[in-house]
């Protein structure tokens, strides 16, 4: 499963179906664990391990040293889980010790060609980012969130659970759950509602997301004031997540 001109470390750990495809360099203390496929001119750096199902495309870097400036090749992780697919020319970097050491990646992303994960960052399952979208370092994504080509995360973000990035966006402040964004800089356009239909999302909680977005972005009010009229409208499960992403924000919201 091993082609002849790959180079594998001794000391790394490969399931016995894993495939590894010309010319690619699997390097010290990387594990891959069952089904997954590394094509050709791949390099994967360790300290790296890669879950189950995984798919790497031709000319991936994953699991390199980050390009933070700070780094002085302390031993740091990338830790990826199942049935992710890297594409192209993707770049994946591993954490610094400024944080918390590891770059962390679910379960059924999709990094399309081109993009960027930098170190430390955080991402959940069921992501996509596009073509040359870009994460600075020490960023997290919620489950399901939706990055468009050619857009950038400032370092330091939070981009809730199914949110969605238009192209080409320039993002500089955190993302609230559940809603649209785009531009440069990047402003609000609505709830993701058609993403929500089409992950299985309650009439009722649509429309309860609906109007909490109203209260946010459409009413005038502060975020705490809109913060505490949706909490005394609202007992909905997704409404209440919706507040979480506006309180756990460091860097304010988009707005």
Same mark, same amino acid.
């Given at each position: ?93 591993? $954490? ?51 990055? $468009? ?107």
């Amino acid at each position: 499963m091993i082609h002849p001109s790959a180079i594998v470390d001794p000391s790394a750990r490969l399931a016995d179906d894993v495939e590894v495809g010309p010319f690619s360099v699997i390097g010290a203390d990387v594990e891959i664990d069952a089904g997954s496929v590394i094509g050709p001119h791949v390099v994967l750096k360790g300290p790296t391990r890669l879950g189950k199902r995984n798919r790497v495309f031709q000319f991936a870097s994953v699991g390199e040293d980050c390009q933070d400036k700070k780094y002085a090749g302390e031993p740091t992780r990338l830790e990826m889980g199942d049935d992710n697919v890297v594409r192209e020319s993707v770049t994946i970097h591993r $954490g610094t010790i400024q944080d918390r050491g590891v770059t962390t990646i679910g379960n059924r992303n999709l990094f399309m060609a081109y993009s960027h994960v930098g170190h430390d960052c955080l991402i959940g399952n069921d992501c996509i980012l596009a073509n040359q979208a870009t994460l600075a370092g020490h960023v997290t994504l919620g489950d399901f969130a939706i990055i $468009g080509g050619l857009s950038a995360i400032h370092q330091f973000a939070h981009m809730g659970e199914h949110a969605m990035v238009g192209g080409c966006s320039a993002i500089t402040k955190d993302i609230p759950a559940f809603i649209m964004v785009s531009g440069n800089p990047a402003a609000p356009h609505g709830l993701n509602s058609i993403g929500l239909k089409r992950r299985g999302f309650s009439a009722e909680a649509i429309k309860a997301l609906g109007e909490a977005y109203r209260l946010v972005y459409r009413k005038g009010l502060t975020l705490e004031q809109a913060v505490s009229e949706i909490e005394s409208r609202f007992s909905l499960d997704e409404t209440q997540r919706f507040i979480d992403s506006l309180k756990v924000s460091q860097r304010g919201i988009i707005r």
